[in-house]
């Protein structure tokens, strides 16, 4: 068996660094003249960071963004506890800047962005100095950048695709990107809008059983401006995404309701609900960036200026409330015959500003090296509103620089660098206590000034073939949908959902070791070691669920993962055929592994850890027809923070099928997710006070549909290509390397 096992990783590293070294000498002969191309890898693993391409993988960008993400392997996404990637919490970036959101909100953000408007998602798993500390565990960085030419371009991207539940419900997602050049400028502009049906069913142990007929709307729009000014470069961008969501909820519960409409005196009853949830919010981006460029290449000297604001609305209306009392005589419920306007009604304003500075050149160090440093000030504030009582007034200061020494000696590459960051948070806020009492309090303030450092070291046994160890110490702030005091989501008798205010942040240490093959094959092991790690806690006390965020004094995560790439022409060609095949991974057959481990260790909770598995598989059908299939599953009664899975997380089959045309300038794809309608979750709470509650949700994941992807053809197929505009946040000439975030 292990004979096998070292046999198929030997021929899957083969394999890969095959298509390697044909992707780097692979030329296609045109009539104009010759243009030299590279193959996308489908998945890429570096020293730092996993890097997922989109722009190629259909059973990818078929849907819209929380779909795709939740196919990668290795990363858990649940409605409960966020996003892990390799047992690392993640920090969500777009383009280069975080989003700071969290749970739903965020869910909802990537539910209306289209799949097809992402190029490639990084996720870096070993973030160095020039991140900023507030990274966490992990980043996963979604880039939406396109190329522009220098005559005018456009692609056009369509996606429609339906479930049938218990009626029929549609999806649909439209975006132009447009790109041109001049002699004076460049410039881009992606526009897109989606528009979704999707059916939600829920059960909140034996209190509340709710059928949601969720309605979403978005819209978005990425503009940019580059203007080359000698070697110099002044970069302008501006987005803008707007969501607007209903939710129409029919519910049935258990709990305690106002006796004759009076507040204060609640009594037992069993009713039946309607409802209806408004959300709608704004997020604009402005970013102005001047890049110094020296005539050496790997001298760089960035300024950097981003303003960013979200606004954001929540109502809740019931249209009618019937059911019955658990008295002797069972009197019926004395619900008003319009039902109640603005049983919820909430708003926040978030705004963040910033400037950052960044400086990098080669230095004689060893057998050569580079020293990399910088400075970033960021100011947020942000006010949540109830009623038109301002509930919270939350601001923050950070001050922070960088400074990181890279350097080679013979087979080994070091990195040793830290980031010092100045804290100064405080706020304010109100809340009525029992006897209806205004109360004001101050946060608990956090003043702080702390080193993060970080080091690595890897040994290059061969060409592509390395393997790395890692440490980094990092700090969370609470998002700001944890701090926020006000429920945003569905609310009814039974439950009551509250934002932490006084949430600290969460520091890290974070340890890995990790063999790599070739890019696509590797073994690793890490731990996290976290301090007042954010954790939902879901409790029941009485005929009442509470939905709360706390911080989890110390935590630990482990993580064993391996990934493995399999070529099919293995069991049919004798190895030294394989050796000699040019190989080009649109054009094969081959299987890709992956099998993690994960163990979330909290005091005075024994959670038992979980694997979690995907199988994703190409097969090249005649006429050039590509299926693709992806399997997920993560194994059942397994811990996850405070939660027990009762059920899997991820259990999923999807098919796609694809077909380009027209040299390559049309692609048409069919699809299916959640072919076997295996994909729910179903959780039971394991909370440090009060009793535990069973959870469970279901979506319509399993849907069926069809994609296309049409490019404009060119004036002219030898345009030269400018790089990327749209929010460009990476240092050029460095490997495509992410410049730091905000």
Sequence with gaps: MKKTIFALSLLGSVFVFSQEKSNNTTKEKQIEGVVITKTKKAVEQKADRTIFDFSEQPQLNNGNVLEGIKKLPGLVSTDIAGMMYQGKMLEVYLNGRPLNITSNELNSFLEGMPANSVERIEVITQPGAEFPATSGGAIMNIITNKNANKYLTATYSGNYSFTNYDKYRSRTTNSVNLNARNKYFGWQLNVGQNYRESMLNGQQDELLSSNTDRFGRGYFAKSGLTFDLGQDRLLLNYDIYHNNNDNYTLSNGHGDLPFDNDKN???????????????????????VTYQKRF???SQKLDFQFGYTRSDSKFSQDNFFQVGTFVMPSNPPINSPTNGLKDILNNKSVMNIANFKVDYAQPIKLLDGGKVSFGGLYERQKYDTESFGLTNLEYQRQTASTYLEFQAKLKKF????????????????????????NLVEANLIPFNKFKFFPNASVQYNMMNQLYIAANYNRKISLPSISALNPNNVTFSGPSTEVNGNPNLQPTI?????????????????YSVSSASNQVAQIIRKDGRKLFNEQVNISNMKIHNFNVGL?????????????????????????????????????IDNLNNKGFWIFNIMTQIILPKDIK??????????KAGYFYFTAEKPFNNSFDIT???????????????ANDIFNGQVMQVRSNPPSGMPVMISSKYDTRNFGLSINYKIP????????????????KKEDNGGVMQQGQ
């Excluded at 005196?265 to 402005?286: C, G, I, M, P, W």
């Design 508 to 524: 890290f240490d974070n340890y890995e070791i990790k063999i790599s093959a070739f890019d696509y094959a590797f073994i690793g």
């Design 413 to 436: 590459d070091f990195t040793l660098g830290s980031r010092a960051e100045n804290y100064d948070i405080s706020g304010v806020t109100r809340y009525f206590d029992k006897n209806a």
């Design 657 to 671: 099928l694809t077909k380009k045309f027209m040299n390559n300038r049309l692609t048409l794809s069919v699809f």
């Design 265 to 287: 005196n609640l009594k037992e009853a069993f009713y039946t609900s309607s409802d209806v949830a408004h959300t709608n919010s704004l997020r604009q981006e402005a970013v």
């Design 295 to 297: 005539a050496d290449k």
């Design 714 to 729: 060119t004036r002219n197929k030898l345009a030269k290509e400018d790089p990327n505009i749209l929010n460009q946040t």
């Design 627 to 636: 299926l693709t299939a992806n399997y997920s599953y993560l194994t059942p």
């Design 565 to 601: 790439p399999i070529p099919f022409m293995i069991f049919s060609k004798p190895m030294s055929e394989i050796m000699k095949f040019n190989f080009n991974p649109d054009k094969i057959n081959f299987m890709y592994l992956y099998a993690g481990y994960q163990k979330h260790e």
